[in-house]
Every structure is written in structure tokens, then in C-alpha cells.
């Protein structure tokens, strides 16, 4: 080993060997490949989504979704209260939006309204609904129809699935090329799951939904979001004031409410008598 000196004839120290810069997370940058470094990701940071997405038609619940949107290749919960009452407005933007192939329907607890898709936007040509009444029936379609991924999305409603069957059908939907959604009670949010994204939906004031995501990849999801959502067709004839009913109701009640502003609430004209009775008064 060679020494270094000074011109006083001393011995140099060796200086301390350089250190390779750290990667995001901490670990050594030259032990591991580019790519990997590259991939890297905090758990404090939302997480970017590798696959394609589908953007969920609110704004607001983009902005806090991984990639900017639902999910493909993997599958989503809605969690809700209440099976059949707040999925088709969540959803219904999102799926509106797919009609390269079929969206196939698993089980529904209510009986589908054909008139009602059709008003809410949906091409009946483009719906398939399975009809399984058991658990194990509605396992059984929503598997096949994952490994199968022939369809555009898959709306499957598994009150009872338990998490082992749940990490399976994650593990299906990797290489299915849709989003799939499975729709299960609100009480299952306390149970672990595989699925990389979770929400759980319950009814707002007036017409809104409110939204809390229970699992994500990125930081916990604090408060609610609140979408707008009125359903079907609803939006175009409804006034103003009634699409925020909750401000009509919260009025004192020794508080009389002009004719004028009552008549645009309901959307109706006022007879000529009381067009008279109001310029009187």
C-alpha cells in the first residue's frame, strides 16, 4: 500500500471514500438497477398506477386516486350501507364511457330497469346481466368472466366473499384488461383485503355522495369527498333550487317564503291570481 506525504515529509491521511448517492428511499443507488431505482416509491406519496386507469367521471375523486382514475387490471370495492342504491350514480359515469365490449353485470340485488340505464346514459346493447342467486354462483361467473377478461368492466356484487377469495380474484384480474368492481356492505371495511383500492360511498346532503377512500396506494385518506350526483337524467330538469333542496328545508319556519321563490323551486308557473296576490303584496 502506497502512502502519501506532504513536503514536510509527513503521512497524509487517505480521504474518506465518496459515498454513492442514496436512492428516494434511502438505499444505496449502485447496488441496485435503474429501473428499480426508477420504480421506487413512498409510502407517504400517492402512488402512480403502472396499468391504464379509467377516469371515474368526478373530478374530485380523481384527484385523489392512484394514476387519476378506477383502476384496470385490478380490482376495486364500494363499500356501501346498502347494496343497489349508490353504485350506478359512483360508477355510472366511469361505464358510460366503456363501449368498446360488453359490461357485465354479476348478480344484482335488484331488478334492472331497462328505461332507467337507457335515460342514465347506458347502451342496453352493451349490458350483460347474469343472473346468480348463490354466493358460490356469483364467485363462480365473476372468476371465469376475470380469467376470461373479454369484457369492458365487471360489476359483481359479493356481499359474503371472504378474503382469501377476494386476494384470488385480485390475482385473476392482473391480467384482466378492464376494471373490475366488486360491491360488498360497509361493514366489510373492518375485514383485511387484497384489493388495491377501496372506497366506501354513503349518501350525502341534497343529491351528493359521500366518498371516503379506506385504502389506497399512497398516504390515509382523511375527511370526506363530497360528489355531486344526481341521478339519470335528473340534472337537465331540476332548477337550481332544487338541486339544493337541503337549503329550501333548513328555512325558519316563522320565516314565510315568497310566492315568486317558491314557484321557481318547484319548476312550476304561477297562476295569474297569484301573479296579482304577490304584485300586491
Partial sequence: MNAAFDWQGRAVPPEPPTE????????RADLLPQRVV??????????????????????????ELPGGGWPCKAVTEILQPQPGVLEWRLLGPALRGLSSKDIVLVGPPRQLHAGGLVQAGFDERRLV????????????????LVKAGSCAALVAWLPQARPEQVRRLQVCAQSCSGPV????PSGAQHEASASPLRVLASVGIDWDIDVRIVKRRGPVHDGLLHLAAVPGTLASVLTPRMKRPSRIASRPSHQSVPFREAADAVG??????????AAAS
Fill in 20 to 27: 454513492a448517492p442514496a436512492a428516494p428511499n434511502g438505499l
Fill in 181 to 184: 368492481f366488486l360491491c360488498r
Fill in 38 to 63: 426508477d420504480a421506487l416509491w413512498r409510502a407517504n406519496e400517492l402512488g402512480s398506477q403502472d396499468e391504464s386507469v379509467v377516469a371515474s367521471g368526478h373530478p374530485r375523486l380523481d384527484a
Fill in 129 to 144: 346481466w347474469i343472473r346468480a342467486v348463490t354466493p358460490a354462483e356469483r364467485l363462480w361467473c365473476a372468476e371465469q
Fill in 268 to 277: 312550476s308557473a304561477a297562476s295569474p291570481r297569484h301573479r296579482r296576490h
